[in-house]
């Protein structure tokens, strides 16, 4: 869920540059027409001493109706779980072994079904969901779309390799989205495989497991030979319990688009995460842009049900279209409200895809009142080689003065990629590709997010260029 920086202040009763002013100073720089994301919105509003209050998206969108779930009516919820790590450590085999576990366990009937997430029980009964898109693309995508689905993140990281550059960034990732991590260090039936080296260079991460003196619950594993699979399913239940998961189950249904595609024969289906409410089959609903009624819910086993609660996974029926991943379900009264809601947020769409957005120099400008500030300028850099993105970053961090400082969100070796578009999005940052270009789905998400490429392939035409971007964001009066 988003909301515009003017909205959040006329809500707050604030003056919408005092809002840009102290976004300004949490380091982003954005205008207030400019939409922030929940999370953000929520640390504004108490920094300006008030009180929070959710509203569901449809009821901001039309009616302002106030729909806060009653205390009495919460109760616990299956966590959300996110598996990352770097490449070939075993996500993949892990959340098969997990799903397998279960069937194992003896769980009736149906066939597996991949439709994006899953849910197992634990010894003790309790359920837990799984997303079963492994890696931080997804995870960072549907949180750039304002959906913090995950309630937990479990990092794999195997012991005969150790830490490597994409489980440190799954740990930035998890750390910016305030999500715990639960350690499985994977791959212990191999020769070389060193569990204590682990979690001693995880120390550097600020990640500190139990062992360590911290809070961090690791568990060996190995998805291959399925040892100790039980084991990361009680760490699981025991991080969910001290976090009191709960929603209320008893009302019209939210949840979140994990996935979405057309299918030749079913039409377009989505796989819905519940997130509060119980979703019924009848149901109309507006999702995303799309509107519908639920024609048939089908579980992660092909299994056909005739309700999803809260933290379920299961895919819908019955949709005038295909919505995208990180769009909200709301189950609404009529049809007529649902084409209303659907319309507006349709409308809305287009007028933030024509909106001018990329630079945001009227916020740079008010934020400028605040001179004692040194302003940043965030970059997202990629090359084709390594050598030459740390020229790059050395020779950009040169253009930093007192008044203007270059910060380098990320950098690296290879294509552009969605994580990249991610992470550049939510603080309005430019990606400089050098000798290299965005994929297919970056280049997409690129255009949805308003983010900008920037192409080079001569050093000096980069350092120059930037350097006039940023006397710019100076202003004239420099
Ligand atoms: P991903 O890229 O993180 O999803 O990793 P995969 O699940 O595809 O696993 C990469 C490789 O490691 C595959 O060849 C797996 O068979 C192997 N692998 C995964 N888990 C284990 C394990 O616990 N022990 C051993 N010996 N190999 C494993």
Not at 216 to 240: C, Y
């Amino acid at each position: 869920d988003t909301i515009t920086v003017q909205e959040l202040a006329n809500r707050m009763a604030e003056k919408g540059a005092d809002l840009v002013k102290a976004l300004f100073k949490m380091g982003m720089p954005v205008t207030v027409n400019q939409t922030i994301d929940q999370d953000t919105a929520e640390l504004l509003v108490t920094e300006f001493g008030h009180e929070i209050k959710r509203v569901s998206e449809a009821d901001v969108d039309i009616r302002h109706d106030e729909d806060v779930d009653d205390a009495a009516a919460l109760k616990s919820r299956a966590p959300v779980v996110t598996i990352m790590g770097h490449v070939d450590h075993g996500k993949t085999s892990l959340l098969d072994a997990l799903r397998g576990a279960n069937v194992q366990a003896g769980e009736a009937g149906g066939i597996t079904q991949h439709i994006g997430a899953y849910q197992v029980k634990a010894k003790d009964g309790s359920a837990i969901t799984f997303l079963d898109t492994p890696g931080h693309e997804a995870f960072t995508e549907m949180r750039a779309r304002g959906a913090n689905v995950t309630d937990i993140v479990i990092l794999v990281v195997a012991a005969d390799d150790g830490l490597k550059p994409q489980s440190i960034e799954a740990i930035n990732h998890a750390k910016a989205a305030g999500v715990p991590i639960i350690v499985a260090i994977n791959k212990i039936d191999k020769d070389g495989a060193n569990p204590q080296r682990v979690r001693e260079r995880l120390l550097e991460h600020e990640v500190i497991v139990e062992e360590m003196g911290g809070d961090v619950q690791n568990v060996e594993v190995s998805a291959l030979k399925k040892q100790n699979l039980d084991k990361l399913l009680d760490a699981i239940a025991v991080q969910a319990e001290i976090m009191e998961l709960k929603a209320n189950p008893d009302r019209n249904a939210e949840g979140t688009v994990v996935e979405a595609k057309l299918d030749k024969g079913r039409g377009p289906v989505a796989t819905i995460l519940v997130r509060r409410g119980t979703l019924k089959v009848g149901d109309i609903f507006v999702c995303g842009a799309e509107s519908g009624r639920v024609r048939a819910l089908v579980n992660d086993k092909g299994q056909q049900i005739k309700e999803a609660g809260p933290s379920m996974p299961v895919e819908v029926l019955g949709l005038g279209g295909v919505p995208m991943a990180g769009d909200t379900l709301t189950v609404v009264e009529n049809e007529a409200r649902a084409r209303e809601v659907a319309a507006y947020r349709q409308s809305e769409a287009l007028k933030k895809r024509t909106a001018q957005a990329p630079v945001s120099l009227e916020g740079m400008f008010s934020a400028l009142a605040d001179k004692a500030k040194v302003i940043e300028y965030p970059v997202v850099i990629k090359g084709d080689v390594q050598g030459s993105v740390e020229a790059i970053v050395n020779a950009l961090n040169k253009l930093s003065t007192d008044e203007i400082r270059v910060r380098v969100l990320h950098s690296g070796a290879g294509a552009i990629t969605e994580s990249d578009v991610t992470l550049a999005a939510s603080t309005n940052a430019p990606i400089i590709g050098f000798n290299v270009r965005p994929n297919a789905k970056a280049r997409e998400i690129a255009n949805r997010e308003k983010v900008r490429f920037l192409y080079y392939d001569v050093i000096y035409h980069l350092t120059e260029e930037i350097a006039k971007e940023m006397a710019g964001e100076l202003g004239p009066e420099r």
